[in-house]
């Protein structure tokens, strides 16, 4: 039943991220960024004062709240997960050094969408008596279509964002931490497992007040580290790095010259690589970092909407730029394995850990790898969780959510011992529909964006 289905969910994918979701998304970023006045320019400055000025690894927020920066860690622990590492490295693979020039140009008009996003997040939110906050896109839905249609989306959305991020997706976040430690340090999968699932659910049954302290520490933290580690690559391969960008460049616009083929064949697989890994490691215009800038305790939506820009930036033009370069600077430039094509035994799960064992060693590379993935999925889990428990709660009442919650942590240990493609292709496919429903009101609810802008 499983092999049958599989394939049938493969072919949905690949229509959804190859035609409809890529035109879609790009469709909005290039929409906000006309009707902003590119926000994502003028307001960068703002953004980057407003979150390095607001630094605090002890951020003080109303109860059932954020400060501003603990909303954007939130939301940066969702977006630099393993798809930064693997993600970044499937485009490579699959579309080319060229395929990075396409993510950077997503990124660029993804910073505008984030930024409409958060605004509305922060406009249609709702405090409860109790005096706790509730946002995402399930409540600006509901403004951009009232009546049946509306609930209608509203609850699609809600659906497929728990299903995609609080069960399968999370699931693929702990196998990426057992399979990596456990080949890292010789540890049987099952024991990291509990061992996440354990820690994971000391943190969701704590609520947002302790998943905002556990972000605001660890997402300093964990891209601290894994910076550090690429910078040290490239420190000791400096003499690629000017090799590497014109490669990146040049294949934006010629990757039939390494990947064979028609040019134009070849140029749609740059593209659509750079486009959907792009487009899903920032995760703009997905509704999901919604959920966390609607708890931000500020003054004024533009506010949280300049503050989640920087979180696009963070993501991409950071950390995902430097894997690309520490992967190509070593792998694809003169004597790297990759530098006149495929290679046999080079995968998208493996080109990272091989391209810091070209400078590191094997041993070295393994562990590095393994410790900046378990940040980096574990950072995602905690995230996604929460932005599941929210839509679970519009869907079923608060006292749903403690079920969630503790269903969920079985999902994060199961996921560290089983591999299963499925689940992989159904938390893809699931990522993929619920950007429908939110890119929709995204179009819908411009004027109200517009009305808050630079305000």
């Known amino acids: 039943m499983f092999n049958d289905l599989l394939p049938v969910v493969q072919m949905v994918n690949a229509y959804l991220s190859d035609y409809i979701l890529v035109f879609l998304l790009i469709g909005v970023g290039l929409f906000y960024s006309i009707r902003t006045r590119f926000v994502q320019i003028r307001c960068f400055g703002d953004g980057m004062r407003k979150v390095f000025g607001n630094f605090s690894f002890n951020g003080k927020a109303k109860e059932g709240q954020m400060s501003s920066f603990q909303a954007l860690a939130t939301a940066i622990a969702a977006q630099v997960g393993t798809g930064n590492i693997v993600g970044a490295c499937g485009a490579i693979l699959t579309g080319g050094p060229g395929a990075i020039f396409w993510m950077w140009v997503i990124a660029f008009f ?133 090799d590497t960008f014109g490669m990146i460049f040049y294949y934006a616009f010629n990757p039939e010259a390494l990947l064979g083929g028609s040019w134009g064949a070849a140029l749609k697989t740059a593209i659509s690589q750079g486009a959907k890994r792009g487009l899903f490691s920032n995760e703009a215009g997905m509704g999901s970092t919604p959920h966390a800038h609607a708890l931000a305790n500020v003054k004024h939506p533009h506010e949280q909407g300049v503050t989640a820009m920087v979180g696009v930036f963070v993501d991409t033009f950071i950390v995902l730029t430097l894997t690309a370069l520490v992967v190509i600077s070593t792998l694809y430039t003169d004597g790297g394995i990759l530098a006149s094509g495929a290679a046999e035994g080079v995968s998208k799960t493996n080109m990272a850990q091989l391209a810091f064992a070209s400078v590191f060693g094997n041993g070295i590379a393994s562990v590095f790898i393994a410790v900046s993935l378990l940040f980096f999925a574990f950072s995602t889990i905690l995230s996604w969780n929460l932005f599941a428990k929210i839509n679970v709660t519009y869907l079923f009442g608060a006292r749903a959510a403690k079920v969630f919650s503790f269903v969920a942590i079985i999902f ?15 938390a893809d496919m699931f990522n993929n529909l619920m950007v429908i429903p939110n890119a929709l009101a995204l179009f819908a609810l411009s004027s109200l964006v517009l009305k808050h802008l630079d305000n």
């Open 110 to 242: 993804g910073m505008a969408t984030i930024y409409a996003e958060a605004v509305l997040a922060q406009v249609t939110r709702i405090k409860k008596a109790d005096g706790s906050v509730h946002g995402g896109p399930v409540y600006y839905i509901h403004e951009a279509f009232p009546g049946a249609l509306g609930r209608v989306l509203a609850v699609f959305f809600a659906i497929a964002i728990t299903l995609a991020l609080g069960f399968m997706g999370c699931m693929v976040q702990s196998n990426s931490i057992g399979e990596t430690s456990s080949m890292a340090f010789g540890v049987p999968a099952w024991i990291i497992g509990v061992i996440v699932a354990a820690i994971a659910g000391f943190v969701f049954l704590g609520g947002v007040k302790r998943i905002a302290a556990i972000t605001e520490k660890l997402v300093p933290l964990m891209a601290l580290l894994y910076i550090t580690g690429c910078l040290l690559v490239l420190a000791m391969n400096y003499d690629h790095i000017l």
């Open 412 to 426: 994060v240990f199961l996921g560290s011992c089983l591999s299963n493609d499925l689940v992989w292709e159904l």
